[in-house]
């Protein structure tokens, strides 16, 4: 077993919760991603590609933003693993990464809801 792993026995091994020991290299990990999405531009691709791949031209469409600074956006989300490409045709698909940065980016979305709504806090 993994060292930087806490045993949880109680959880089957598909779970999608890890228990771990925050240490150095998890840290700067979870910093780096934390820090692609802390631009609202690069949020709202991620956002809208956790319903579904979508290439530049439809993602342009979808943040209101030019090609150019799209483009931009998806090159670090790609650089930093948080996309993954395809081609199709002359189209480059992009996709979200995996379920954690999925709901990492939904949940991001709800939080600000509450703030933004003023709805109370629930778990």
């Known amino acids: 077993m993994d060292k930087e792993r ?3 026995p109680h959880l089957p091994p ?5 228990r771990v020991i925050p240490d150095q290299e998890r840290l700067t990990a979870a910093s780096e991603t934390l820090r692609m ?3 609202p531009t690069r949020l709202h691709i991620l956002w809208v590609l956790t319903t579904g791949e979508a290439d530049v031209a439809t993602l342009t469409d979808a943040v209101v933003a030019s090609r150019t600074a799209v483009s931009q956006h998806l090159a670090k ?4 693993g948080l996309v993954n490409t395809r081609r199709e045709g002359q189209r480059v698909i992009y996709r979200i990464r995996d379920g ?9 979305m709800n939080h600000a809801d509450h703030s933004v709504t003023g709805e109370p806090p629930h778990e």
Do not use: G, I, K, N
């Open 37 to 39: 999405l802390a631009d």
């Open 6 to 8: 806490v045993p949880r």
């Open 77 to 80: 989300l790609r650089f930093t």
């Open 100 to 108: 954690h940065l999925v709901r990492l980016v939904q949940e991001a």
């Open 14 to 18: 598909e779970t999608l919760s890890h």
